[in-house]
C-alpha cells in the first residue's frame, strides 16, 4: 500500500524553525517527483513546493522563497521541508504528496494525512 | 502567481450532474495540460480524481469527468451521491518569465440536497 506520512509540525514561536519529515513507503520514492502543500485553518489548499526525484529541478512558491528549503534522502525514502523565519501566516496543516512523474511535474497523486504547524507566541 | 478561480458552492439533488469550472489565465489553465482536480473530505487526506484535464486515475469513478475550454476547466460529476459531497479543488502548473509553481483554486464546497 502506498502510504505518505508526515511528522515534525508543532506549536513554534514567530521567527522560529520547524523541520517537516514525511516518510514514503510502498512504492519506489526515487522515482518519483514530491511535494508539500498545505491548508491554512478554514482556507484552500496552497501548494507549497516540489522536488525531482534526484534533487535536480525544485520549485517553491512565492511566499516561502528563502524561507523554506525542500530535499529528499532517497536512502531513506523520506521527503523534508526545513521552515526558517515563521510567520503567523504559514501556519496551516502541511500535507506531503507523491507526483506521477520523476524528472519533472505533474500531480499531486497520493497525499499524506498532514501535519499540522502552529505559529504563535 | 494568482489564484484559479471557481465558484464557492455548488448543490445537486441524488442522480442530477453537476458542473464545477475552473477559470485560470492563459499563463496556466490555457496553456499547461497539467489542470488537475481534488475531492477532499474534511478530515481526510485529498483525492486526485482527474489529472492531465481529462485522465482519471485507476479506481476513480466514471462519474468524475474533466474537460477544457480555452482558460477553463470544467469537473463535471454525473449521478451525484450522497458520498460525492465534499470540497473540490482545481489545481494547474502556471508559468511566467522567471518561474514555474502549481496554483489551485479555493475551492468549491459540493453539496448533495
Known amino acids: 500500500e502506498v502510504q505518505l506520512v508526515e511528522s515534525g509540525g508543532g506549536l513554534v514561536q514567530p521567527g522560529r524553525s520547524l523541520r517537516l519529515s514525511c516518510a514514503a513507503s510502498?512504492?519506489?520514492?526515487?522515482?518519483?517527483?514530491m511535494h508539500w502543500v498545505r491548508q491554512a485553518p478554514g482556507k484552500g489548499l496552497e501548494w507549497v513546493s516540489g522536488?525531482?526525484?534526484?534533487?535536480?529541478?525544485?520549485i517553491y512558491a512565492d511566499f516561502v522563497k528563502g524561507r523554506f528549503t525542500i530535499s529528499r534522502d532517497n536512502a531513506k525514502n523520506s521527503l523534508y521541508l526545513q521552515m526558517t523565519s515563521l510567520r503567523a501566516e504559514d501556519m496551516a496543516l502541511y500535507y506531503c504528496?507523491?507526483?506521477?512523474?520523476?524528472?519533472?511535474?505533474?500531480?499531486?497523486?497520493?497525499w499524506g494525512r498532514g501535519t499540522m504547524v502552529t505559529v504563535s507566541s | 502567481q494568482s489564484a484559479l478561480t471557481q465558484p464557492a458552492s455548488v448543490s445537486g439533488s441524488p442522480g442530477q450532474s453537476i458542473t464545477i469550472s475552473c477559470t485560470g489565465t492563459s499563463s496556466d489553465v490555457g496553456t499547461y495540460d497539467l489542470v488537475s482536480w481534488y475531492q477532499h473530505h474534511p478530515g481526510k487526506a485529498p483525492k486526485l480524481i482527474i489529472y492531465e484535464v481529462i485522465k482519471r486515475p485507476s479506481g476513480v469513478s466514471n462519474r468524475f469527468s474533466g474537460s477544457r475550454s480555452g482558460n477553463t476547466a470544467s469537473l463535471t460529476i454525473s449521478g451525484l451521491q450522497a458520498e460525492d459531497e465534499a470540497d473540490y479543488y482545481c489545481s494547474s502548473y502556471a508559468g511566467s518569465s522567471t518561474s514555474f509553481v502549481f496554483v489551485f483554486t479555493t475551492g468549491t464546497k459540493v453539496t448533495v440536497l
Open positions: 510502498g512504492f519506489t520514492f526515487d522515482d518519483y517527483a
Open positions: 522536488i525531482s526525484w534526484n534533487s535536480g529541478t525544485i
Open positions: 504528496a507523491k507526483d506521477i512523474v520523476g524528472a519533472g511535474f505533474d500531480t499531486f497523486e497520493i
